[in-house]
Every structure is written in C-alpha cells, then in structure tokens.
C-alpha cells in the first residue's frame, strides 16, 4: 500500500524566515496531495492542495511543489508568523479508493 | 465543504466496556473514513466505512474490535469494541467526495482505564 514519509519532524525557525517540509510517496497511482495544518487539541485542516497534472501552486504565503518523477512534493511557506506554529501533515491520496494516508507530520515552531 | 459533527468529544471508559462514537455529516458524501491519532503522532487509518456493506480494513484492524457502520451516505459509527488502556487515543471520522480534500469531526478523545 501507499506509504508517505515526511521531513523534518520538528522545525524551529524566526519570524519572518522560509519554512519547508518535504515528503516522498510510495505508490505512483497516487495523484492527489494535501496538506493539513493541525493546532493543539484542534482537528487537521486542508491548508493548500495539488494534483499530478501540475507542478506548482501558489495560495499567498503558501506553495507547494510536485515532482512525479521523483515521487516528492513540498510545502513551502515564507514570512513565516508565530500563528504558523502547528503540525504539519503531507497526505497522498490513492486512485481508486479514494484513502488518504498520512505522512508523520512536522511540527513547526515559529520564534518570535 | 461540508461540516461533521462527531459525539462524544471524549470519554473515559472502563476496560472491557465498547464505546461507540458517531459522526453526522450536514451533506452527502462520497466517502468516509475512521482514523485515530495518539498524542503527538501522525493520522493512522483504520476503515473506509462503506455506504450499505461491510466496512474495508487496513491492516492490523479487525472488525470484531472495530465495527463499523454507515447506514447512508451522511452517518457512520465506529465501536471500540472489548477496551483496554491500548485503545487509549483520539479517533477522528473524516468525509470526502471521491478524491478531494478530507474534512473532519473535532475527534473523539478516549481514555480506557
């Protein structure tokens, strides 16, 4: 089955800095990649998305990239804020079932 | 998308005892799905809850310890069936339409003593 690894698992950066989490798939049927944002105590919420037939999306502070070849996609986000502190979670989702697997997720410090 | 609302936001259950934890979508939808999460840990899926069947597993869970239902497309149980202080964890229903975005309930916080 889909397997989806996720780096780093902890991140620490300053105010305004770059962020950026990297993840691998392992089925190549897979061609739907969220990303979620969780809060302490709080349910995961879809941040940005992306599909195979494209290999990068923008939403303001917040992109992510996909190389099929290369089975990695990434989520970058720049002039990071202390509301940005959270975990971070890559998913892949498989055609056919339609299941989301989760990577292990990032969690994400933001130093003011 | 659409909003789940799932009950009870948590629980603290007696070992041996079953639990059963609801989730009540405010549309239709496609697909739903159970996962638990321990503190601190990613999402591990536990069923595809089908609409009208048998609920499909992943491997290392069992339907004698997690029965499953989903009577239509906009409700869906999951019982933690015999608890011991293992089962211990945050379980999480999530809804989807076909391969799109998974919205999910608060999540269910049990604690088995």
């Known amino acids: 089955g889909e397997n989806v690894e996720q780096h780093p698992s902890t991140l620490s950066v300053q105010e305004g800095d770059s962020a950026v989490i990297k993840c691998t798939y392992s089925d190549s049927a897979s061609n739907y990649f969220p990303w979620y944002k969780q809060e302490l105590g709080k349910r995961p919420q879809l941040i940005i998305d992306i599909r195979s037939n494209v290999g990068e999306k923008k939403d303001q502070r917040i992109a992510v990239t996909l190389n099929k070849t290369a089975k990695h996609f990434s989520l970058h986000i720049t002039e990071t804020q202390p509301e940005d502190s959270a975990v971070y979670f890559c998913?892949?989702?498989?055609?056919?079932?339609?299941?989301?697997?989760f990577g292990a997720g990032t969690r994400l410090f933001v130093k003011a | 998308s659409a909003v789940i609302s799932q009950k009870p936001s948590r629980d603290i259950c007696q070992r041996g005892t079953s639990l059963t934890i609801q989730c009540q979508v405010d549309?239709?939808?496609?697909?739903m799905f159970w996962y638990r999460q321990q503190p601190g840990q990613s999402l591990t899926l536990i069923a595809t809850a089908n609409q009208g069947s048998e609920a499909t597993y992943e491997s290392g869970f069992v339907i004698d310890k997690f029965p499953i239902s989903r009577p239509n497309l906009t409700f869906s149980t999951l019982t933690v069936s015999n608890m011991s202080p293992e089962d211990s964890s945050i379980y999480l229903c999530s809804g989807q339409q076909g391969q799109a975005e998974a919205f999910f309930g608060q999540g269910t916080r049990l604690t088995v003593v």
């Open positions: 549309s239709q939808v496609t697909m």
């Open positions: 998913a892949a989702s498989i055609t056919g079932g339609f299941k989301t697997i």
